[in-house]
């Protein structure tokens, strides 16, 4: 081999390193995307809070989901499902939690640490409030329920509306 063809090889070599390490790099922003492990309860930090805007004639209520942990990846997909309502530790009766009808085909959110996610619950505003105010709501994540479910605070004094409130997708 002459010596201008050894150092094209040379180059070639050296250049293509350098382009091999810059896609190992972006590597790293790839392995940002949504995450294929399913959220678990042990993931997962819930709150709940009224939601201070909301479509006219409808009441929301926001569930934030958190990072339990800094090293939190975990995906969710859909609404959460299994939703009940408990006052004191007895089940309410006669309401139904029903899930948005787009839920089903809702895009996974990637759950991990400075990247929360939300879904609401949502009643009509004039329906009549339940005689009996919960203390606290129980469901399985919209990803399955991975044995244990999920049990957040209702918010203080906040009226449950109805016999029946739709649930929202969770969106990022």
Not at 25 to 50: E, N
Not at 120 to 128: C, G, K, L, N, P
Request: aromatic share 2%; proline share 9%; net charge negative.
């Amino acid at each position: 081999m002459d010596i201008r063809v050894k150092r094209t090889a040379a180059v070639v070599t050296v250049g293509g390193v350098v382009v091999a390490g810059g896609l190992l790099a972006a590597g790293g922003i790839a392995g940002a995307m949504p995450s294929d492990k399913l959220c678990g309860a042990s993931d997962v930090r819930v709150t709940m809070t009224a939601d201070p805007e909301h479509a006219a004639g409808h009441e929301a209520y926001v569930l934030t989901y958190t990072a339990a942990s800094p090293t939190t990846n975990c995906k969710l997909q859909g609404a959460p499902t299994a939703m009940g309502f408990v006052a004191d530790g007895q089940l309410i009766k006669d309401v139904t939690a029903v899930p948005e009808a787009t839920a089903a085909n809702a895009a996974p959110v990637n759950l991990r640490d400075g990247h929360p996610a939300v879904s609401r619950i949502v009643q009509r505003s004039a329906e009549a409030p339940n005689p009996v105010t919960p203390t606290t709501v129980t469901f399985d994540l919209p990803t399955g329920p991975g044995g244990v479910p999920v049990v957040v605070d209702w918010p203080a004094g906040a009226p449950l509306k109805g016999g029946t409130v739709q649930v929202t997708a969770v969106s990022g």
